[in-house]
């Protein structure tokens, strides 16, 4: 009968770690674990705890207690007391866990216990978690001690087994979002919708609270960029203070994943509120682009050495495809310069000679000896033609001058092709008024002298300007829901002012994202201007101004 019984033993046994080896979903396999142990045992009470690097629990599975007492205490057991003598090798049996001296007593509600087993899961020779096993009948015996051992063992392999999986399903994951952020730029999208893109991606898939993009803003300096997740509103915009670890790993290019402790000591004090923390290098060849933050919050699981290796991937592919993109851009810019100067050759070979062909014809009209007999309206209006066509001359030869041009264009005409390319984003195309000194500047070519004028004075603004409006555009189309808007610029009285208004439904009472307005206020600052975003004169909409000295 002892045979038999032995032989049944080792029968269910042997069920419960194909049982356990067969499962590759780890909660499911966690609970899988517990239910066995307490059952070939015969425990009444069963739990695996997992702790993190200080000793708490970050994730519990148990069975026995009742649901509703479990909610009723305050925390999970951390490796304290008597569960803090469990050795790393072997197990600690004991008759009666309240009689080791290292007990502290039961928390309020918990269950009163007497027989103990406890064992660590060691995976790669790193201890996983603790196995408690309490109250069994007469208490455990070596039986029990060998059970529990096999089934450690059991377990440990089907725990990196399952680990080994997410890895793969999370590595696809990563492949499948770095294949859709290279898309998204191939198909000429917003480089700030596609840098949300990879926070948000990075923040689902690594399993985080908070994805960060730290990126270089004005003067080389890093700034959180975009923010997907909780706390954003506290940490958009912040500057990164010298010695944060993001301003090493973009100078460096090697990624970091951070305990609990030392995020606790980091120098802005809203990161301080999370627990592991992994910066990730955007890093292509050897030019760094920015640095991806993945927090998560205090008592989560750390970010081992699998999650820096996948996020590294994923964060290489996504700075290659924005060098790709900008490589493409200049490719067509290129295309551009090339389009421009035929069009230059086609103007002089053909309209001009077009043009002074009619104005001959023109001239010697007006010099025939009949025209003095014509009505003076006629005649007033085959002046008029001649003006008109000499005017035209000359704004084609000031276009021919521009088009030969192969450096960058004046600023005015930035801002036009700014303003033309937001035209398909509203129902009416957006309009660009001009003025020097006090008086309107017309687009035309034949005021060219003005738009020279305006380009000498701005030399050392212009970036800012066209950032400005681009901004003010993108507010304006994304947010406001804005069907006419007007960007102005204005030179005189040695300052440059920028106005952006638009029609819509003015600010938010809550804004989700305020990193470009940000933006433009450093931009204020460092030019020793100012800068305001409020509601439009009109009472409907919104106003953006920035203005700033000449430099």
């Known amino acids: 009968m002892r045979d038999r019984h032995g032989a049944e ?3 269910d046994l042997l069920r419960a770690v194909l049982a356990l080896a067969a499962d590759l979903d780890l909660p499911s396999l966690l609970e899988r674990f517990v239910q066995a142990s307490t059952q070939m045992t015969g425990a009444r009470y069963g739990a695996i ?3 993190d690097e200080r000793g708490a629990s970050r994730t519990f599975v148990q069975s026995g207690v009742p649901d509703a007492v479990v909610a009723a205490l305050a925390h999970p057991p951390h490796a304290i007391g008597v569960l803090g003598r469990i050795p790393d090798e072997g197990v600690l049996r004991l008759a009666d866990l309240t009689q080791h001296p290292a007990f502290l007593g039961w928390p309020a509600g918990h269950p009163p216990m007497g027989p103990f087993l406890g064992s660590a899961v060691r995976v790669m020779g790193e201890t996983y978690g603790y196995l408690y096993l309490a109250d069994k009948d007469g208490g455990f015996d070596t039986d029990d001690e060998a059970v529990v051992t096999a089934l450690a063992a059991a377990a440990a392999v089907a725990i990196q087994n399952a680990e080994l999986y997410a890895i793969e399903r999370r590595r696809e994951r990563w492949l499948t979002a770095g294949q859709q952020i290279t898309t998204l730029l191939l198909e000429g999208a917003e480089p700030e919708d596609v840098l949300a893109a990879v926070a948000a991606s990075a923040r689902e898939i690594d399993g985080a609270d908070t994805a960060v993009l730290v990126l270089p803003g004005v003067g080389g300096e890093l700034v959180m960029e975009i923010v997907d997740g909780h706390a954003a509103d506290e940490l958009l915009g912040l500057p990164m203070p010298p010695g944060a670890r993001s301003i090493e790993v973009f100078a460096s290019g090697v990624g970091d994943a951070t305990p609990s402790s030392v995020q606790e000591r980091h120098p802005l004090a809203p990161m301080r509120q999370f627990g592991p923390a992994m910066y990730v290098p955007l890093r292509s060849g050897q030019e760094s682009l920015g640095v991806l933050i993945l927090l998560r919050r205090k008592g989560a699981r750390p970010f081992g050495p699998a999650d820096l290796a996948l ?5 290489a592919q996504a700075a290659l495809a924005f060098v790709l993109a900008e490589a493409r851009a200049g490719h067509e810019r290129a295309g551009l310069a090339d389009e421009r100067a035929r069009i230059a050759r086609d103007l002089h070979d053909l309209a001009i000679q077009q043009l002074f062909g009619a104005g001959l014809q023109l001239e010697q009209a007006r010099q025939d000896p009949g025209a003095r007999a014509l009505a003076p309206r006629v005649a007033e209006l085959l002046d008029g033609a001649q003006r008109g066509l000499e005017a035209s001359v000359r704004q084609i030869r000031a276009t021919l001058r521009a088009l030969d041009d192969v450096g960058v264009p004046p600023l005015v005409d930035r801002l036009r092709l700014e303003v033309a ?50 901004e003010g555009i993108a507010n304006a189309a994304r947010h406001a829901r804005a069907r006419e808007v007007v960007v102005r610029l204005d030179v005189t009285g040695g300052r440059v002012v920028v106005e952006v208004e638009d029609d819509g439904v003015g600010l938010p009472a809550v804004r989700d994202r305020a990193s470009g307005t940000r933006n433009l206020a450093a931009r204020a600052d460092q030019s020793d201007g100012d800068f305001s975003l409020g509601p439009a004169p009109s009472g409907r909409g919104t106003l953006l101004r920035w203005a700033a000295p000449l430099g």
Request: net charge negative; charged share 20%.
């Open 9 to 11: 033993a080792t029968t």
């Open 49 to 51: 705890n997992i702790l």
């Open 311 to 315: 996020s590294e991937t994923f964060a």
């Open 421 to 470: 390319a937001a035209a398909p984003l509203f129902p009416t195309p957006p309009r660009l008024v001009v003025r020097l000194d006090g008086h309107v500047v017309d687009a035309a070519q034949s005021e060219q002298g003005d738009v020279e004028r305006i380009d000498a004075a701005c030399a050392a603004r212009a970036e800012h300007v066209l950032a400005v409006a681009r």
